[in-house]
Each structure stands twice: as structure tokens, then as C-alpha cells.
């Protein structure tokens, strides 16, 4: 039911043998390795059982490998997470807080999850999903089930879409561990063009 609110609709797609998966996350991991920076907007879309509709916000995210991001909500708040190596900063209405201890360990999980589906890169580690690759139409689709316990906590699974032309991702789904639902969708991609470093600060 969540799902189809969403629009998130079943269609036909076939799972990838061992040696196209392998062939397939070869070239995923190739494209990953040139991507020094990117750029785009996003627009994520939250369907929960404590929800009458889907929620949605907007925003930017800026990527510079291999540790730094900028993850900003502009609709309809404004809220920025803000990673530079270890350290990561929340914005809240202009103000900053510099993360430490369990808020920090909490935060980092979902923003390597981020970065990861953004750069494509550490995705395919074996030690921490379980995965399955499918041929998705216009798309490689990467089903995956996590193995850490702490990433149990937060999601029962991940779903990555990447454009088959450019191996660049598409789309993520999280489906949490409570049955909530969340799509992100990259928009305006720019790949390896330069990003001021002010923006991780």
C-alpha cells in the first residue's frame, strides 16, 4: 500500500547471473572511480503508516571524494548536514552544532549510506549487504539487505537504481525496519565540476 502510494509500481525485471552481476558492478565501480565531485538536486518522498499522504522536501547535495558532502533540505525547511572527514555539522535555522559521541555515530551511519549511493563507491562490500542485481528497463537495479546489526536497526532493506548510460544513480529507496518508505530522486547531475570548498565548512 505504501509502496503505490509512492508510485512505486512493480514492473518486469529480470535477476543478473553471477558472472553479468559481476561484469555489471565492474562497471558501476569504474564509473565510481571517476567521479572526483557531483553535484545535483534532489527530492525525497516519505509514505509512513503515521501519514495520511506522502511527505516531500527538496533540496541540494554536494559530493567531493573521498569524505566530504553536503546534504541540504530547502523545501519546505531548511536543515543541512554538513561532512568533512569525521566531522559533521547540523544546520538548523543558520544555526550549527557540531556532532559528537552517539549522535555522531547515528548520523554517520545514514551518511555513509548517502554518500555511497551517491558515489557508487563501498556499495558492493559483501560484509555489509546481502545483494541481488536486476535488469530494471531503463536501469541496474541493486537490491540490498543488510547484514550489520546496527544497520538492521534503522532499515530492513535498499534499493539503488543506476542509469544504465552513465552507471550514475537514479533513485534510492530505504524501507525501514518499521515498514516507512523513503524515495530519493537526483536530479540535474553535474559530475566532476568544481565545488567551492566554503560549501563544507
Known sequence: MVLAVMGIVAQAQTQLADTQSKEVINQLTQAATTMQT???RFVQEKASTMLAEPSISEGTMHYVAPDKMRWEYT????FSLIVNGE????VTDG????LDGNSSRMY???V???MGSASGKKLFDASVFDMALYDDDAFWKAEMTPKRRDMKRMFSRLVFRFDKKTNGISRVEFIGSNGDVTLIRFEGMKVNETIPEERFQ
Do not use: D, F, T
Open 87 to 90: 566531522r559533521i555539522v547540523k
Open 38 to 40: 557531483m553535484q545535483c
Open 112 to 114: 555513509n549510506i548517502i
Open 95 to 98: 544555526k550549527s552544532e557540531v
Open 108 to 110: 554517520q551511519g545514514i
Open 75 to 78: 523545501k519546505p525547511y531548511a
